[in-house]
């Protein structure tokens, strides 16, 4: 439950780090990377795209950042292009997400990077309201008490809905662009 599981018969997954190592401590987050006779050998003559995705071993980098638990089961955790990197520090939003979820008063959340002249980018949380009381420095104060400090919004922004897919989810990219 929670999981997407073990890699079928004759299929491998590994996960990687930003400078494409292994991950070997169980937990730890790292790039989804699959290998297996179902997973494309690259681009239709595009060897410049198929560079940026598969390893020199021949794993394909999905994108997806997981983590591998003890019994071998992989879980998706985010996305790689909806990281936050503040001073270097790799954020990812659905954990914040998930933390700021749990705020008295919040109905939803979404959190995005947004540029920072100190810390190369920021932490954006985006809140539709459920309680139309609920101020910034309600969550400020929830977010000290709960999250490390680099992963604490530095921005905040009330909105009365959040962008999504005719499926429901939201939609990041929107968030991102809209400053």
Known sequence: TGTIGVPIPGTSMKLLDD????????????????????VMAGYWQR????????????YFKSG????????GYFK???????M????????????????????????????????DEKTGEAVKLVIVKKDPSLTEAQVKEFCRAEL???????????????PKT???KILRRE?????
């Open 19 to 38: 400078d494409g190592h292994e991950v070997t401590t169980l937990g730890q987050p790292g790039e989804i990377a699959i290998k297996g006779p179902q």
């Open 47 to 58: 060897p410049d795209e198929t560079a940026k995705v598969m390893t020199e071993d021949g």
């Open 64 to 71: 997806d950042i997981g983590i591998m638990d003890a019994r």
């Open 76 to 82: 998706i955790v985010d996305r790689k292009k909806d």
């Open 84 to 115: 936050v990197l503040v001073s270097g520090f790799n954020v990812y939003p659905n954990e914040v997400e998930e933390v700021v979820a749990n705020c008295p008063g919040v109905l939803e959340c979404a959190v995005v990077g947004v540029p």
């Open 148 to 162: 490390t400090g680099y992963k604490q919004p530095k921005v905040i922004e009330f909105r009365t809905e959040l």
């Open 166 to 168: 005719p499926v429901g």
């Open 175 to 179: 968030l991102r662009d809209k400053k």
